[in-house]
T-cell receptor
Framework: GEDVEQSLFLSVREGDSSVINCTYT??????LYWYKQEPGAGLQLLTY?????DMKQDQRLTVLLNKKDKHLSLRIADTQTGDSAIYFC???????????FGAGTRLAVHP | DAEITQSPRHKITETGRQVTLACHQT?????MFWYRQDLGHGLRLIHY???????NKGEVSDGYSVSRSNTEDLPLTLESAASSQTSVYFC??????????FGEGSRLTVL
């Protein structure tokens, strides 16, 4: 079945770049997503990439997609303490509307 | 402003009791979803609905039911609560894209 995998924890120093990685299984996914969850809150869409793209940049965020290896990454440049959160990778399956999420990567930013 | 609200935010119940978690959205979205979040598992889809009177089972639907009598509401019912259903439950809605709008979550403890 469909599966999305990501490492559970990442620690970076403030000002450094963070790279969060994800692998997925459904090669027919049209879109792939990154969601952010801050403490005590629901998830919010951070960014997404269409499956026919290799890269998408949005301010400090860069998403890279390797369709051959089914690998997705999220790079956060100049990481700030406000970026501390859990980041979820998700793929769409069965159409755009249904998402399957990874377990989430907890990003800790320290001075 | 449009929003999605869940109630109650916190609930403690006993094994065997029926519990209903409410979800109400004012986005006028067709699609609504219930997920549960558990450490190490990320978000897992319980049930979802693509419109009034439409309901579908997700990957972890056993022991849960939903009904969709109007556009705004998708209550989640645990027929006979079990300790394995202790979790944080998130409701979400979407138009017809992968951008889901999440509620703030309902933390359920089953003793």
């Amino acid at each position: 079945g469909e599966d999305v995998e990501q490492s559970l924890f990442l620690s970076v120093r403030e000002g450094d770049s963070s790279v969060i990685n994800c692998t997925y299984t459904d090669s027919s996914s049209t879109y792939l997503y990154w969601y952010k969850q801050e403490p005590g809150a629901g998830l919010q869409l951070l960014t997404y990439i269409f499956s026919n793209m290799d890269m998408k940049q949005d301010q400090r965020l860069t998403v890279l997609l390797n369709k051959k290896d089914k690998h997705l990454s999220l790079r956060i440049a100049d990481t700030q303490t406000g970026d501390s959160a859990i980041y979820f990778c998700a793929e769409s399956y069965g159409g755009y509307n249904k998402l399957i999420f990874g377990a989430g990567t907890r990003l800790a930013v320290h001075p | 402003d449009a929003e999605i609200t869940q109630s109650p935010r916190h609930k403690i119940t006993e094994t065997g009791r029926q519990v209903t978690l409410a979800c109400h959205q004012t986005w006028n979205h067709n699609n609504m979803f219930w997920y549960r979040q558990d450490l190490g598992h990320g978000l897992r889809l319980i049930h979802y609905s693509y419109g009034v009177h439409d309901t579908n089972k997700g990957e972890v639907s056993d022991g849960y039911s939903v009904s969709r009598s109007n556009t705004e509401d998708l209550p989640l019912t645990l027929e006979s609560a079990a300790s394995s259903q202790t979790s944080v439950y998130f409701c979400a809605s979407s138009k017809n894209t992968g951008e889901l709008f999440f509620g703030e979550g309902s933390r359920l403890t089953v003793l």
